[in-house]
């Protein structure tokens, strides 16, 4: 089993949709999630990072459940410049920072 | 404030031939990595350094692969000798301790 595995897309969505992506991780002693974005031939950069009482930045919701080893993100409202590739990464070291990322799922919002 | 630099941000090069690749990280950032993002693949760490010291550096292919960070500044990324699957983006992050960490634009490695 991959120590980070998410939805394979790529999801094609129109402008306004709402999209949800969803990430397993394998393991339970994991410290610290968190999801990137990365453009296409650019690095990677970080979105937000998920707690377990959820969090909101905007447009964009991050959930984590730890019984069931499980984040998501969701995007309201889709705009064409959210078009991108999501990672979803964890954290496994005691501090957090030895950073284990899932393979990404490709976004592409259309007009 | 200055961004995570890397140079080359190309290289082609043949197999068995070395390669190396510098990263200046963040003023102040303690904390350095390296990861390897093969083609539709999401990055795999391959060293962490914290100043100068390794923290971790189980995924490093030591045989072929070797890295250092003298002075707790710069680092360098060698290759010594290449393979085909060694194609891949070779990123550069730095991080203050226990925070956010911040990549570097990336060397784009072609192996022939």
């Known amino acids: 089993r991959k120590e980070v595995e998410q939805d394979p897309g790529p999801f094609n969505v129109p402008e306004g949709a709402t999209v949800a992506f969803n990430c397993t991780y394998s393991?339970?002693?994991?410290?610290?999630f968190f999801w990137y974005r990365q453009d296409c031939r650019k690095e990677p950069k970080l979105l937000m990072s998920v707690y377990s009482s959820g969090n909101e930045d905007g447009r964009f919701t991050a959930q984590l459940n730890r019984a069931s080893q499980y984040i998501s993100l969701l995007i309201r409202d889709s705009k064409l410049s959210d078009s991108a590739t999501y990672l979803c990464v964890v954290g496994n070291n005691q501090a957090g920072t030895a950073l284990i990322f899932g393979k990404g799922t490709t976004l592409s919002v259309s007009s | 404030e200055a961004g995570v630099a890397q140079s080359p941000r190309y290289k082609i090069i043949e197999k068995r031939q070395s390669v190396a690749f510098w990263c200046n990280p963040i003023?102040?950032?303690?904390?350095l990595y390296w990861y390897q993002q093969i083609l539709g693949q999401g990055p795999k760490l391959l060293i962490q350094f914290q100043n100068n010291g390794v923290v971790d550096d189980s995924q490093l292919p030591k045989d072929r692969f070797s890295a250092e960070r003298l002075k707790g500044v710069d680092s360098t990324l060698k290759i010594q000798p290449a393979k085909l699957e060694d194609s891949a983006v070779y990123l550069c992050?730095?991080?203050?301790?226990?925070?956010?960490?911040?990549f570097g634009p990336g060397t784009r490695l072609t192996v022939t």
């Open positions: 003023s102040g950032h303690a904390t």
């Open positions: 992050a730095s991080a203050p301790l226990r925070g956010e960490q911040y």
């Open positions: 393991n339970s002693a994991s410290q610290s």
